[in-house]
């Protein structure tokens, strides 16, 4: 087999998801690059957490520097050229055997690995668990800033991966399925939304699977069979490619991560309801 063809089965061919005592044993890989990608919903620095306890030799992803800076909506992706500066900055190039972590379990991780992904990145990986399962492991902390050594990183950009309220509207008209991982009360309207100004409730069509209902209570990522049913359940089929959503485009990517582990695929849809529930010509419904 050709060099090329052997490099590129083995990147398509790393699991997405990574366990604690699998990366125990990599950490001191030359190409292995660990990052902290927490971020928090009600704006609690994530930053001081990191410097507090971290995995040794992680770098800190920040979700809102490594964003677009102009787009109003929170957190949306970055133009290429951005992405791999910032990323560059914290010793990642895109040959990088890459980890991400969050310090929930799985929440925030999701994101960062569905963002290297949509830049071409294959192998880049989400510890299961995240950094409580590695303090359940009895892995070792590393306290104070980090500051990598700077690398290059050449950004190959998946735009097939993105999807934005076009492309949303045409799913919805069409039947395509379209996916929410909301918790169940903001999905129905019922809860409030945490982002003042927007319409509570749910795009018409969309199906709701809470990002919750794929993690155990511990926050690991559920067995492939509980994964495949909780889509099932949701009338999704292996066949299917469906666009997820949820508040800000972060928690979309868990139930996309899910399907990556089954095998299949799905879109994110980057302004999720910060910018559909946030509009006057989008169409918003309530109820379950």
């Known amino acids: 087999m050709p060099v090329a063809a052997v490099v590129v089965w083995v990147m398509a061919s790393l699991s997405p998801l990574v366990s604690a005592s699998e990366l125990l044993a990599a950490l001191g890989d030359p190409d292995l690059k660990v990052l902290d990608a927490s971020w928090h919903l009600d704006g609690t620095p994530a930053r001081p957490i990191f410097e ?78 995240g950094l409580p399962a590695w303090i359940r492991m009895g892995g070792a902390l590393e306290t104070g800033a980090a ?22 509207r045409v799913a919805l008209d069409s039947g395509e399925p379209v996916l929410d991982a909301r918790a169940a009360g903001r999905f129905a309207g019922a809860a409030p939304e945490p982002r003042p100004g927007l319409r509570a409730g749910h795009m018409p069509g969309a199906v709701n699977l809470p990002f919750g209902e794929l993690l155990t209570s511990e926050g690991l990522m559920r067995e492939p069979e509980a994964l495949e049913a909780a889509f099932a359940a949701r009338g999704l089929g292996p066949a299917d490619r469906p666009i997820a959503s949820c508040g800000s485009g972060v928690t979309a990517a868990v139930p996309l991560l899910a399907l990556t582990l089954l095998g299949r695929e799905g879109v994110l849809y980057d302004g999720s309801w910060a910018e559909w529930g946030g509009r006057d010509d989008t169409e918003v419904v309530t109820g379950p």
């Not at 102009?70 to 791999?84: E, Q, R």
């Not at 990598?148 to 309220?165: G, H, L, N, S, Y």
Request: aromatic share 10%.
């Open 52 to 129: 507090a306890g971290h995995i040794p030799g992680a770098a800190f992803f920040d979700l809102e520097a490594i964003s677009d800076q102009v787009n109003p909506l929170p957190h949306m992706m970055p133009s290429a050229d951005h992405f791999g500066e910032q990323v560059g900055r914290l010793g990642v190039s895109e040959t990088d055997r890459i980890v991400v972590y969050d310090t929930f379990g799985l929440f925030t991780a999701a994101r960062a690995w569905w963002m290297f992904r949509a830049m071409g990145c294959a192998r880049v990986q989400v510890l299961d668990g």
């Open 147 to 168: 500051s990598p050594a700077p690398a290059t990183f050449k950004a190959d950009p998946r735009p097939e991966m993105i999807a934005d309220v076009d492309r949303v």
